[in-house]
């Protein structure tokens, strides 16, 4: 009679939960210019002073402006930097320079700051996940800050 085996190899702990967003905010700042110049539709976005909806439905008065992709629900992968990449291939289609040229210029003009936002949360015992050198230097020539936000169980 043929017996059954069980494994015992343990797997490693396991990302539960990664996105990253790309962040565009200033007092100036106007949402349609920022989308017209990515070619892409932002998650979020609203003008300083404009009255807004959370996630909850909570209305609320923007401080400043704001204009947000989020990478989630638009990458299935579990690897921090594919979230990113997804990000970054909106300011640089096919690796050309031409939509950051024209995104530097919006964000001079209108006094913009950019940054990343990564969101990182895996099972006890997970390694945090490392951003990729070369996703460090395209960040570096937007230029756009990175903000880290890991945790585990």
């Not at 043929?2 to 905010?25: C, D, G, N, Y």
């Not at 007092?27 to 998650?43: E, G, H, M, Q, Y």
């Not at 002073?49 to 629900?73: F, P």
């Not at 913009?112 to 951003?131: K, M, S």
């Amino acid at each position: 009679m043929p017996q059954s085996a069980i494994s015992t190899t343990k797997s490693e702990p396991s990302t539960l939960v990664t996105f990253a967003s790309l962040r565009l905010s200033g007092d100036r700042l106007k949402p349609n210019r920022i989308t017209t110049v990515l070619n892409i539709a932002p998650t979020v976005a609203y003008r300083k002073g404009e009255i807004y909806k959370r996630s909850r439905g909570h209305e609320v008065r923007g401080r400043t402006g704001l204009w947000l992709l989020s990478s989630e629900g638009r990458t299935c992968s579990s690897d921090l930097n594919e979230h990113i990449e997804y990000l970054l291939n909106t300011i640089f289609p096919d690796g050309a320079d031409a939509k950051l040229e024209a995104l530097r210029e919006v964000m001079r003009e209108d006094g913009l700051e950019v940054d990343i936002g990564c969101f990182w949360h895996g099972e006890h015992g997970a390694r945090p996940p490392v951003i990729r050198d070369d996703i460090r230097a395209r960040l570096a020539r937007i230029p756009a800050e990175i903000e880290s936000d890991f945790d585990t169980d």
